[in-house]
């Protein structure tokens, strides 16, 4: 699978069509005896948090598939040379993957949100695809002493796809510290996708999606989350570091 190194983040080069069949792969081939196949997302502001978050970084770097979620990232990877081919949304990944495991027989679990809202979430999906073994689902609202019970109903539920939406960097950081500990095959970071799932939230209409304006959307529906966008200022700064350390190096 081609990376572009960005920010110093391996980015799969990749469209949708073949992180899909890279993951269903992987499905086939895995064993539950090893450590999941990691997939997380890369957008600005994870790219923004990760400048500060040293372990942050880290855990991205070592993820074994970097999806380019943002629409913000496949502009940048032209201005620096290192053109990304297409954004691959976290949303629309799980979609596809969670069709595959309901044509492909294969287990799902999913992890995060509040209890009421990740149960509405199971059952849409269980409606919405019939054929679909969603082998267990927990909230995300649970802590450190938890983690057993937690831990252990995922692996007695043998999912072959874990979800887990627990928002940036928490989800990041709980499946990279327990992977050696969770017997699922490929496991998922899918920030807020369970709220969109279950309707709490709503995905931005497709002329915002079609345009990369799918946060500008929530911040108009959230008003309270625009003091979150100062995170663009930030991510053009970094990209014109990196435009210059690539076009001036010493």
């Known amino acids: ?3 572009n190194l960005l ?27 090893a450590a999941p196949f990691l997939i997380f997302a890369a957008n600005p502001e994870k790219i923004t948090r990760a400048s500060t978050d040293k372990e942050l970084l880290s855990i991205l770097q070592q993820s074994d598939l970097l999806i380019p979620d943002g629409i913000g990232l496949v502009w940048a990877s032209r201005l620096l040379r290192q053109p990304l ?8 990944l799980m979609q596809k993957l ?13 992890l995060g949100s509040k209890p009421e809202v990740v149960e509405k979430a199971a059952a849409k999906l269980s409606s919405q695809y019939p054929s679909l073994k969603i082998a267990g689902y927990h909230h995300g609202y649970f802590d450190s002493g938890e983690e057993e019970k937690v831990i252990g109903l995922i692996n007695r539920s043998q999912p072959d796809i874990l979800f887990v939406g627990m928002g940036s960097p928490r989800q990041e950081k709980w499946l990279f510290h327990h992977r ?8 998922m970071g899918v920030g807020g996708s369970l709220d969109v799932i279950s309707g709490r939230l709503r995905r931005a209409p497709l002329l915002f ?8 959307y929530r911040g108009l529906r959230e008003p309270k989350r625009f003091y979150r966008f100062r995170f663009l200022l930030t991510f053009l700064r970094l990209t014109w570091q990196e435009y210059r350390q690539k076009n001036n190096p010493r």
């Open 1 to 3: 699978m081609k990376r």
């Open 209 to 216: 999606r079609r345009l990369g304006l799918e946060w500008f």
């Open 180 to 187: 050696h500990r969770l017997q699922v095959k490929v496991a």
């Open 85 to 92: 081919r297409e954004r691959v949304t976290g949303f629309d």
């Open 7 to 33: 920010y110093n983040l391996p980015v799969a080069n990749v469209d949708m069509k073949e992180a899909v069949a890279a993951v269903e792969k992987i499905l086939q081939v895995q064993t539950y005896a």
């Open 98 to 110: 969670i069709h595959l495991a309901a044509s492909r027989d294969f287990r799902i679990f999913l």
